[in-house]
């Protein structure tokens, strides 16, 4: 009884059912260009702005526009289960409501755990980014704060920046969701514009020198380097010597880069709130990627052309900027710290948005305490757990200094994908009776395809990665049975009907 518990699943049906619960219902506000400006808005982001540069420096070299070719394809594979089951189950949550509804309880909390967590830690690291970019644009001008007030690192103490950043985020999302679409819809426009300037303006100054050889040789990492905890755990399970560049860092640099792509997981979170989501979530989630793919291996080829990729510093947080201060061109790096600053605050916006959904349906089905599922009277959003996400993010971001947890972020959202690619196999076999706005061509295939793709991914990853994520994963267990699964809705109802069902056959 006690395992079959933990296994219970949440009928597609009363998934359904409960968007229509007038205290916790949402509003359908955006259709299928404010799903695809939300899924650019939060992909480009810290991928194009920092990562581009570490990853070429570290791992693969100008080859980086391969790795971000993988990543691509590996998302793509999840896309087309994702965009399956978004389309059959429209309800908020993304993969936390789909596991709901094929493996259970259990791995359905551990997923949603996962991408609470995620989402608040990346929307924290990413206001911080925010702060650091804000800092240098502000920097001589009467805005500037003194450093004990403008950084958590060092000898700072607060970062305010990141503060009011996070609180203000907070509010436009209170506000309507709508309202923080048109916002991101300007912004994503202008960082967009800034990106393929970028690309334009480097053509010119492109040395092909600089991409031979494009795959450079695989070597050993630099002194100090090694040791399990910093090396990718499938080199350590295959006692193969440790390693960069070469084919073996172009994987490695796909699972860095990963993170780049996980717009489209947040565009799946906001079904709910879409016009004729079998329709407009497919095309949010594919019109997205497909943008984004585009941008960043042009964007990485342009950077590794400037500038070789040697000459790359790993520990520089606008490696844009500098290829362009490399070659003499220095405004591009006001105007590249322009762009990220703004983009940086859309990025944080639609993690932090991605999160309150995610963190909406667990409350909405009991698993965490169900008043954070209210909506707000006038705006029809949900106000509460907004207001705690964003102090939460606030308080993070605000004092503590996070550089980055993009490999945490990243083997997490390759989990999720996995467990959906999984499910939807699984939905087809169990409800097959079920209307599927859009069907994964050959899904069993592309299924199996997927989790190959992430796993392989997930092993590019490095040991402390692993352990971090294994301890997170734990104290989630220790917060669902302390609470989560007492509470549970669905198991309320499996014990009142077996109530029920004693007391009609003791009468």
């Not at 908020?92 to 609470?116: C, R």
């Not at 997930?458 to 989630?476: K, Q, S």
Request: net charge negative; hydrophobic share 55%; with cysteine.
């Amino acid at each position: 009884m006690a395992r079959s518990a933990l296994f219970r699943t949440k009928s597609v049906e009363q998934s359904m059912k409960d968007t229509d619960d007038p205290e916790t219902r949402l509003n359908r506000n955006l259709g299928a260009l404010d799903l695809i400006v939300f899924g650019v808005g939060v992909i480009v982001g810290a991928g194009i702005f920092v990562l581009t540069g570490q990853a070429a420096a570290t791992t693969a070299g100008p080859a980086i526009a391969i790795s971000f070719l993988v990543a691509a394809l590996a998302c793509g594979l999840a896309a087309l289960c994702y965009a399956e089951f978004a389309s059959t189950v429209p309800v908020a949550g993304s993969a936390y409501t789909f596991s709901y509804a094929t493996f259970g309880e259990l791995i359905a909390w551990t997923i949603g755990w996962d991408l609470v967590l995620e989402f608040t830690v990346g929307s924290a690291a990413l206001a911080s980014g925010f702060s650091s970019y804000w800092n240098n644009l502000v920097e001589g001008t009467f805005l500037e704060l003194p450093a004990q007030l403008s950084t958590a690192a060092g000898t700072g103490v607060v970062d305010i920046p990141a503060i009011v950043i996070s609180l203000l985020v907070m509010w436009v999302l209170i506000v309507g969701i709508k309202f923080s679409s048109r916002i991101n819809q300007v912004v994503v426009a202008i960082k967009v514009a800034v990106v393929l300037l970028v690309i334009i303006a480097g053509i010119r100054y492109i040395d092909a020198q600089n991409w031979s050889p494009f795959v450079p040789p695989s070597e050993p990492p630099a002194p100090g380097e090694g040791g399990w905890l910093k090396t990718p755990l499938v080199q350590s399970l295959l006692g193969l010597d440790p390693a960069v560049y070469g084919v073996a860092g172009i994987f490695t640099g796909a699972a860095i880069v990963f993170f780049a792509f996980i717009g489209f997981d947040v565009v799946a979170t906001t079904a709910e709130e879409t016009h004729n989501p079998q329709r407009n979530v497919p095309i949010g989630i594919f019109g997205s990627l497909a943008i984004v793919t585009v941008l960043y291996m042009a964007v990485s080829l342009v950077i590794t052309g400037m500038q070789n990729f040697h000459d790359i510093d790993p520990e520089d947080g606008a490696p844009l900027a500098t290829a362009f201060d490399a070659v003499g061109v220095g405004w591009m790096g006001d105007v590249i710290s322009v762009g990220a600053c703004i983009g940086l605050v859309v990025v944080v916006m639609i993690l932090m948005l991605g999160q309150t959904r995610v963190a909406f349906a667990m409350a909405r089905d009991g698993l965490l305490p169900r008043w954070l599922a209210q909506t707000h009277g006038k705006h029809h959003t949900p106000h509460r757990i907004t207001f705690v996400t964003g102090i939460a993010v606030a308080a993070i971001s605000g004092f503590v200094d996070l550089s980055t947890l993009a490999d945490l972020v990243n083997i997490g959202t390759l989990f999720a994908f996995v467990l959906v690619s999984v499910g939807v196999v699984i939905l087809r076999r169990t409800r097959p009776d079920l209307d599927r706005g859009f069907r994964v061509p050959g899904a069993t295939a592309v299924a199996v395809v997927a989790v190959i793709a992430c796993v392989y991914l997930m092993l590019n990853l490095v040991g402390e990665t692993w352990v971090r994520f294994l301890i997170w994963m734990a104290l989630g267990f220790v917060v669902y049975f302390a609470y989560g699964r007492r509470h549970s809705r669905v198991g309320r109802a499996a014990t009142e009907a077996a109530a029920e069902g004693v007391e009609s056959r003791s009468t």
